[in-house]
């Protein structure tokens, strides 16, 4: 039998849609894994983000996706941590110029990062502490070993600190990019590129967590 038939495939969803975050995530996973997307396996649901943490907000959407279509998954969230605002926007970045608009309780509508990053620069002023950090927690849930296994979840996390500019600058990314540069850079994530951010970053370092422990559980 042929090395390759011996090192099937693992198949894998990634719940979500984004692009972005599926390339990047399945460069760093690499050979041996085939990383599906939401729609890959169907799903056109808005998947539940009502927590309170970027934690509970991983293990939300990623329980969803298991419960309903009962296939190893897993499900990230992020948040840009800013020291002077407290660590906002934190678990609410995604959707943070709209909750402005509609207020705090009420459900926000998009997200729109050009809004997003206008809210942020416009609440930091001229603030001289721009200290800030982007945190992503990806939460793995796999069908358990035996036929009576309760399914298993594993919480990762990746952190890349640095600051908020005062202006955007740069073209490339998403999100908060134009805005965050990261420790030991002169540039944003806008202006670093994708290969630079794809291994430095936040999703990258969670990411490579997974990585490591999917291939040692995938390893014979």
Known sequence: MSKLSINKLMKIVFATNNQ???????DILGDGFEVLSLSD???????????NTLEENAVQKAQY????????????DTGLEVEALNGAPGVYSARYAS??????????????????????????????????RFRTVIALIQ?????????????????VNGEITREKSGAEGFGYDPVFRPDGYDKT?????????????HRARATQQLADYLHK???P
Not at 20 to 26: G, I, P, Q, T
Not at 101 to 112: K, R, V, Y
Not at 143 to 159: R, S
Not at 189 to 201: Q, R, V, W, Y
């Open 20 to 26: 972005h975050k599926l390339s990047e995530v399945r």
């Open 41 to 51: 396996i169907g799903c056109d649901k808005d998947l539940p983000e009502t927590g």
């Open 65 to 76: 996706i298991f419960n309903h279509y009962h296939i190893d998954v897993f499900a990230d």
């Open 99 to 132: 909750m402005e608009q509609a207020g705090s309780t009420a459900t926000p509508l998009s997200h729109d990062s050009e809004a997003n990053m206008s809210r942020l620069l416009r609440e930091l002023g001229e603030n001289n502490n721009r200290r800030a």
């Open 143 to 159: 069908k358990g070993g035996g036929q009576n296994c309760a399914p298993k979840t594993n919480l990762f996390q990746g952190i």
């Open 189 to 201: 994530f806008a202006e670093l590129g994708t290969e630079i951010k794809n291994h430095i970053s």
């Open 217 to 219: 559980r995938k390893s």
